[in-house]
């Protein structure tokens, strides 16, 4: 197994090689990558022998913009029969993994493959029940071992192969099955909670999503995103010219300031949580975010960079790295963490977490 699947959005495999690429070269294994239009994978081959298992070891999965899982995987598995499909399966994965602690039998997220995706679901029992006899599953689910993985992309086509439980996407097909409120205003306050599973671990959420923080979502109009901090319970500044859904003010805990989410300063020297969704230019809703992080302003910060028709990995990484940068000069050490998330569209969600200052004697207001 000398190659690496990567998941991603259908439309942007493009994107998704590049950053494969370049990031396998930081950490010196070298390769090509593999890529068919709007299929919603990308296959990239590593020139030496155990350089993918090297690569999936080395990369921190939590650092990639476009891919939505990880995985090392052999040759394509082709023309399976009918009447056998698992024991070639089986055989592929024999020797390669041993003792996985949970099976996921996927397909790419595209509409070609919804009826492939039913029948995985019935594949996956008896596959089960095979991999566990031949010792490369274990006998109960563990969370701790590699995750088992077969990606059926056409029937009786399939590669399959393994990811690294503490290195991947814990979500089957790398997506959060979120369901929508119905009483949301929109349906882009699914995205703001899809970022809170993928950036902030579970077991932070009473500390980091905390009952009573103070919040500023600029943009809020008509409250999609205000509405995920509200259910959390939050006090929330909703900074727009335009008007907010009444539900929302109805809660006691909304204050609509009408104003340009480019001007508006806060009044509070306590907002823990910054959000922001506004369709601007990524450069200059960047730079917005380093003034409020650079001031004290909040201490994390999420929010949408909208892309560019073309070199949309080469905008993303500009951007990150001039905040990055930004952050640094003045001292302040910070998290940064960048994904296309499912329920974005031509948008990539970041997610920024001040630490503390790095300059001798500055202390972090936060």
């Known amino acids: 197994m000398n190659k690496v699947l990567l ?3 259908q439309g942007f495999e493009k994107e998704c090689a590049a950053e494969i690429t370049a990031k396998a070269a930081e950490c010196e294994v070298y390769g090509f990558a593999r890529v068919k239009e709007d299929s919603a994978y990308v296959l990239f081959e590593c020139y030496q022998q155990g350089e993918a298992e090297k690569l999936i070891n080395e990369l921190q999965f939590s650092q990639l913009i476009f891919a939505r899982q990880m995985i090392v995987v052999g040759e394509l598995l082709r023309d399976l029969p009918q009447e056998d499909r698992i024991t070639p399966v089986v055989g592929m994965l024999t020797g390669a993994v041993q003792k996985g602690g949970d099976l996921r039998v996927e397909v ?11 029948f995985c679901r019935k594949f996956t029992v008896p596959l089960r029940a095979s991999l566990r006899k031949a010792g490369v599953l274990l006998n109960y689910e563990s969370a701790k071992r590699p995750v088992v ?4 992309i056409a029937p009786g086509y399939c590669y399959v192969g393994y990811s690294l439980s503490h290195n991947n996407s814990p979500f089957f097909m790398g997506i959060p099955r979120l ?4 009483d949301a205003p929109s ?8 970022a809170f599973h993928v950036f902030i671990p579970a077991d932070e ?5 905390a009952s009573g923080m103070w919040a500023v979502d600029l943009g809020a109009c008509p409250g999609g995103w205000t509405y995920q901090l509200v259910k959390r319970s939050m006090m929330v500044n909703a900074v727009d010219n335009g008007p907010m859904a009444p539900s929302l003010m109805e809660t006691g805990q909304v204050f609509h300031q009408r104003e340009d989410g480019f001007k508006y300063r806060p009044t509070r020297n306590n907002n823990y949580w910054l959000v922001c969704d506004m369709v601007e230019k990524p450069v200059r809703v960047a730079n917005l975010m380093v003034d409020w992080l650079l ?7 999420i929010f949408n960079l909208k892309l560019p028709m073309k070199k949309r990995y080469e905008e993303v990484s500009q951007n990150l790295a001039m905040i990055e940068e930004k952050l640094k000069a003045e001292g302040i050490n910070a998290q940064i963490q960048a994904r296309q998330l499912y329920h974005d569209r031509e948008e990539v969600t970041v997610h920024i977490r001040r630490i503390w200052s790095a300059i001798p004697g500055r202390r972090d207001e936060r």
Request: positive net charge.
């Open 179 to 182: 369901k929508f409120p119905s």
């Open 7 to 9: 998941y991603c959005r």
């Open 108 to 118: 790419p997220d595209t509409n070609a493959s919804k009826e492939l995706l039913k």
């Open 187 to 194: 349906r882009s306050t699914l995205k703001l909670e899809e």
């Open 149 to 152: 993985h077969v990606f059926f």
């Open 205 to 209: 959420w009473d500390e980091r999503l």
């Open 295 to 301: 001031n004290g302003w909040c201490r994390e910060a």
